[in-house]
């Protein structure tokens, strides 16, 4: 029994922290965890960059489909793009590794790195249009929280996928200067 009243109040908390209000309207009931989310239209002033930011929003939507063979090949995309951006290497070795492994849970505390790593990177760039978000869950990397950016301010989230698809919530805006 006293197992139970400390396991309730857990369990209370964990459902609270990840709870979001859906709004009720077609577009909501057309989005599911199955579809990748194109970019929003955003431009970087460096076309590398750029691409990176495409790459990392691919990298991203894969997680959030829980495949760890399309992350596998994103990361390595992501990769090859960072590699040509000076000042990037220990991002792209975080890419690379995240490419060569096979375990989605492994993939998802790269990401992690990799994220907080390349918000910083996308804060110091130019932006000549649009803006990008940054979104954190709570929950993620038992409970440690984790970072990623998206190009809008629906949360998908890429730690757990369809278990907590929306678990998270929006940070910042990073936009033009």
Known sequence: MNNIKLFLPALLLFFVA????????EETTKNDSTS???????????ANTDLAYD??????????????TQTQSAAKDLAST????????????????????????????????LSTELITMFKKAEITSGSMF?????????????????????????YYGDEMLNCGEVKEAIEKK
């Open 36 to 46: 990748v989310s194109k970019p929003v239209d955003i431009e970087l002033k460096d």
């Open 55 to 68: 790459q990392y929003l691919k990298l991203k939507d894969v997680l959030v489909l829980s495949d760890s």
């Open 134 to 158: 940054v979104q954190y869950c709570p929950m993620a990397n038992e409970g440690e929280g984790g970072y990623w950016l998206a190009s809008e301010t629906e949360i998908r989230n890429p």
């Open 82 to 113: 960072l590699a040509k951006i000076t000042g990037t290497e220990n991002i792209t070795k975080m890419a690379t590794d995240m490419a060569s492994e096979v375990s989605l849970s492994k993939q998802r505390i790269i990401f992690t790195t």
């Open 18 to 25: 990840c709870n979001q209000v859906e709004q009720k309207n």
